[in-house]
């Protein structure tokens, strides 16, 4: 009480903060003939030690294949473009056309959703080529909450820890229990 009154004297009100909202949040398969592909990017810093991974599963949420990439010295989003940039060309050459792509960064949904050409030179021509591909594609892209995207997230900070670009054809042993809660439909929560 003594302490609002202080507050009161200086003019300023006292008002609680608001409840934190708790939001349900689940990995959910792609639909019968499509690959979802979730991606993400990590940095230690910024700029930091950075990397990516990728994972790409099926409509009964198996893993196709998964892979991390580590990058050297990037800053954040510098890490999540080209994940989305390696996905979609992956998803191109071994001819999975109908693809929707889905990531935590609000950055990449809103770059692919839009095909935006103001994008950095230094990736104008990863960028253009990307477009050309989801434009032959059945393409969708969203946003999924960090807590939606936990395999690859765990995939990503693997990445900074590594020296080559490792490939896997099922969710490598250091995940396999985030792929099963994917697989499962069990929950995480996001609080905001």
Not at 37 to 42: P, R
Not at 91 to 98: C, L, M, P, S, T
Not at 137 to 152: A, P
């Amino acid at each position: 009480m003594y302490d609002l009154l202080i507050l009161h004297r200086f003019g300023l009100q006292g008002r609680p903060s608001k409840a934190s909202v708790i939001k349900s949040v689940i990995w959910s398969p792609p639909a019968p003939g499509w690959i979802k592909v979730n991606i993400d990017g990590a940095t230690m810093g910024s700029p930091g030690f950075g990397g990516c991974s990728v994972i790409f599963r099926n409509c009964k949420a198996f893993v196709k294949s998964c892979f991390a990439i580590p990058f050297g010295q990037v800053f954040k989003f510098e890490a999540e473009v080209p994940a989305a940039f390696l996905a979609i060309n992956f998803a191109w050459k071994y001819g999975w056309h109908r693809l929707w792509l889905e990531n935590d960064s609000s950055y990449v949904v809103q770059l692919l959703s839009s095909r935006s050409e103001i994008i950095s030179w230094r990736v104008r021509q990863a960028w253009q080529r990307c477009i050309f591909q989801i434009s032959q594609m059945d393409f969708q892209v969203s946003h999924i909450f960090k807590e939606g995207n936990q395999v690859t997230d765990t995939l990503s900070k693997h990445a900074l820890e590594l020296h080559g670009d490792p490939w896997w054809f099922s969710a490598p042993p250091f995940c396999s229990t985030l792929v099963g809660n994917d697989c499962m439909g069990r929950e995480s929560f996001c609080f905001s």
